[in-house]
C-alpha cells in the first residue's frame, strides 16, 4: 500500500458552543511514529476521539487506508485495526489480566475459540513483560502494569495504527524507559504510532515527526527539532526556558 | 466451567422429578412453581447476570407468553403449538423491543424495561376483543386426571428449567457471553476492544425472554384462566430478580438456588404466618440482601464451585 495509513481532511468537531478540533488535515505514513503534544485542553484527545469514531468529526473526512471510516463506530474501529489505549486506564477489572489481553485477541481479531483467545493474549503478555500476572484480577495491578496490559490489550486487537494516549503519564523514569523500549519494538513491527504525551523526553525520543495543536488548531507539524523551535509553539506550549535546554543540550 | 455446578443441578433435577411418586399434590405444586421460577430466574441471569443490564421485564414477556399461548389456543391451536407459537412471539417481540429499550443504561434501562409490564397490562386489559379485557380469558382445561396434569406441567416445567440451564452454560463458554461481562465490566472498553455491544445486548435481552414466554403459555393451560393484572405483575418483576440476585447473579446455579430458597421460604412464610406473610417475607428478603449482597453461592461454603474468576460481582 502506497499512500497513507491516516489521511484526516479538514476534520472538525463541534461541542455545542465548544469547537474541540477545528480544521485539521494530515497524514499518517505506514510505520510512521508521529508525536503530538499541545497543552491541556488543546484537542488531541478529542481528535483521537474522532479518529476511532468515538466522538464523530462534525466536518470534514477521516480516511483509513483510502476509506472513508469518518462515520464508523468504535467497535468497527477496532475491529479494523484503529486501536487506542486511553489517558485513563479502561480495564475490566474484575477480570483477569489473561482475560482482559484475550478480549482483545476475540474481539478485535474475530478469533471465535476461547482457548485460541488465550493462547494469543499469552503471547501478548509476554511481549509487554507481564506474563507472570496472568491470573491476577486486573484491579490488583500497578498503574504501570496496567498501562502495559493496556497496551497488550491494543495489541492483542492486530493493530494497523495505535493511537497511545498519554500512556507513559504517572510513571517514574525506570518505568518510562521500559515503555519506550516497548514502543519502539512495536514500531518495528511495522505499526504506525500516533504518542499523545506531555512528557518532551519521551515525544523527542519516539518521534518522526511532530504535531502541535493548540485551540483545536493544528498550529504547526514536521520535524520534531524544527518544530520544537518554531516560536508559535515555544508561546503555546513549551516555554522559552524549555526551547532553549533542547537546543542548549542539542538532543535529549 | 464448573462440573461441579452441572453435577448439582442434574441431582436437583431428579429430586424435583421423583417428587409426584412420593409426596403429596401440595409438594408437586411446590415442585412446579420451583422449576417455573428456576426457568425466569436463569433466563435473566443472561441480562442481569452476565451483561449486568438489570432487566424488570420478566413479567412483560411471560404475560405475553400466556396471552399468546391462551388467545391461540382459545382459537383452536392445539396446545403445544400454541406453547411454540407464544415462544415466538416473545422472541420477535423482545428482539424489537431490546433495540430500542437497550439504547438506556443503568437505571433508566431498569426503569424502561419495568415500564413494558405496565405497558402490557393496560394493552391486554384495552384490546377486549381479542384479550377478554378485564374479565380474563378462560384456555381450555387438560381433561386428566388432576394427577397426570401435574406430573404433565412439572414435566414440561423441569425441561423448560433444564433448557434455561443449558443456555445459560453455552452463552457463558462463549464469545456472547464473554462479551456480555466485558460490557458488565466497562462498556466503553467493551466497545473499544471490538465488542458490538449494541448486538450483544440485544442478543442477551431476547435470550432473557424467549423462555418466558414459552413458561407463561404452559403456565396458562395450567391454571386454565389469566387476566391481565396477574399476568402482568410487578411483583413478579421484582421476584425473579431478587432470586438470581439471592443465589448469585452471574453464577450457573445461583439463579437456581435463589429461586428454590425464595419459593420455600415463601410456602413456609405463608403457612405459618397468614396474615403477617407479605411483611415477615420482605424483612427476610432485605436481611438476605444485605448480608449475603453477593448471594448464597458466593458465600465462602460454596467456594468450590467458582473454578474461574470471571464472573466475580460485587454490582448488583
Known amino acids: 500500500m502506497s499512500g497513507p495509513v491516516i489521511e ?51 466536518s470534514g473526512k477521516v480516511l483509513f487506508e483510502g476509506r472513508d471510516v469518518t462515520r464508523q463506530r468504535p467497535f468497527e474501529a477496532a475491529r479494523s485495526g484503529l486501536c487506542r489505549t ?12 489473561l482475560q482482559n489481553v484475550a478480549a482483545g485477541a476475540l474481539f478485535g481479531q474475530k478469533i471465535s475459540r476461547l482457548s485460541q483467545a488465550y493462547d494469543a493474549a499469552h503471547e501478548h503478555l509476554e511481549f509487554v513483560g507481564i506474563d507472570q500476572f496472568a491470573d491476577m484480577p486486573a484491579s490488583n495491578l500497578t498503574l504501570a502494569n496496567r498501562k502495559r496490559l493496556e497496551l497488550a490489550k491494543s495489541l492483542a486487537m492486530k493493530p494497523r495504527v495505535l493511537m497511545l494516549d498519554e500512556v507513559n503519564a504517572g510513571l517514574n523514569s525506570a518505568e518510562i524507559n521500559g515503555a519506550l523500549d516497548l514502543i519502539k519494538k512495536i514500531s518495528d513491527q511495522g505499526i504506525s504510532i500516533i504518542v499523545i504525551e ?43 526556558k524549555f526551547a532553549k535546554r533542547i537546543m542548549g543540550n542539542d538532543h535529549v | 466451567m464448573s462440573r461441579y455446578a452441572v453435577i448439582l443441578f442434574a441431582l436437583w433435577v431428579v429430586v424435583l422429578a421423583a417428587t409426584p411418586f412420593f409426596a403429596e399434590n401440595y409438594v408437586v405444586r411446590a415442585a412446579i412453581v420451583i422449576a417455573m421460577y428456576s426457568t425466569m430466574a436463569l433466563s435473566w441471569n443472561v441480562i442481569g447476570g452476565f451483561a449486568g443490564y438489570p432487566s424488570l421485564a420478566t413479567a412483560a414477556f411471560v404475560g405475553l407468553g400466556s396471552y399468546v399461548g391462551a388467545v391461540s389456543q382459545v382459537n383452536g391451536v392445539p ?19 431490546g433495540a430500542l429499550l437497550l439504547r438506556l443504561k443503568g437505571h433508566y434501562f431498569a426503569i424502561g424495561s419495568i415500564v413494558l409490564v405496565e405497558l402490557f397490562r ?18 381450555p382445561l387438560l381433561r386428566w386426571e388432576p394427577d397426570d396434569v401435574g406430573l404433565f406441567i412439572l414435566m414440561v416445567m423441569l425441561a423448560l428449567m433444564i ?41 442477551g435481552f431476547m435470550l432473557s425472554t424467549i423462555l418466558c414466554g414459552t413458561v407463561g403459555a404452559v403456565y396458562a393451560s395450567w391454571v386454565g384462566y389469566i387476566d391481565p393484572s ?27 438456588v435463589g429461586a428454590a430458597t425464595f419459593v420455600i421460604l415463601e410456602e413456609v412464610v405463608w403457612v405459618n404466618f397468614l396474615s403477617w406473610n407479605r411483611a415477615i417475607l420482605g424483612v427476610l428478603i432485605v436481611f438476605l440482601i444485605f448480608f449475603l449482597p453477593n448471594g448464597i453461592l458466593r458465600t465462602g461454603a460454596f467456594s468450590f464451585l467458582r473454578s474461574d474468576g470471571a464472573s466475580g460481582s460485587k454490582r448488583a
Open chain 1, 86 to 97: 486511553f489517558q485513563v486506564v479502561q480495564p475490566f477489572p474484575e477480570m483477569t489480566v
Open chain 1, 198 to 240: 506531555h512528557l518532551m523526553k519521551v515525544i523527542m525520543t519516539l518521534s518522526q515527526r511532530i504535531l502541535v495543536l493548540h485551540h483545536g488548531e493544528l498550529i504547526a507539524q514536521g520535524d520534531p527539532r524544527q518544530v520544537v523551535n518554531d516560536p508559535k509553539v515555544v508561546e503555546a506550549y513549551l516555554g522559552e
Open chain 2, 163 to 203: 433448557l434455561a440451564f443449558a443456555m445459560n452454560v453455552v452463552v457463558k463458554n462463549t464469545r456472547l457471553g464473554f462479551g456480555l461481562q466485558c460490557i458488565r465490566q466497562n462498556e466503553d472498553a467493551a466497545d473499544m476492544v471490538g465488542v458490538n455491544t449494541t448486538k450483544y445486548k440485544v442478543a
Open chain 2, 230 to 256: 396477574e399476568s402482568f405483575q410487578i411483583l413478579l418483576t421484582l421476584k425473579v430478580a431478587v432470586m438470581a440476585l439471592l443465589g448469585g447473579a452471574g453464577t450457573l446455579l445461583g439463579p437456581v
Open chain 1, 8 to 58: 484526516l481532511q479538514s476534520v472538525a468537531r463541534r461541542f455545542g458552543g465548544i469547537q474541540a478540533v477545528r480544521d485539521v488535515s494530515l497524514k499518517l505514513e505506514e510505520g510512521e511514529v508521529v508525536g503530538m503534544i499541545g497543552p491541556n485542553g488543546a484537542g488531541k484527545t478529542t481528535l483521537v476521539n474522532c479518529i476511532t469514531g468515538v466522538h464523530p468529526a462534525t
Open chain 2, 79 to 97: 396446545m403445544v403449538l400454541a406453547w411454540a407459537l407464544a415462544t415466538l412471539v416473545v422472541a420477535l417481540v423482545s428482539l424489537a423491543i
Open chain 2, 122 to 139: 393496560l394493552i391486554a386489559s384495552s384490546w377486549s376483543s381479542v384479550t377478554g379485557g378485564g374479565n380474563g380469558l378462560n384456555v
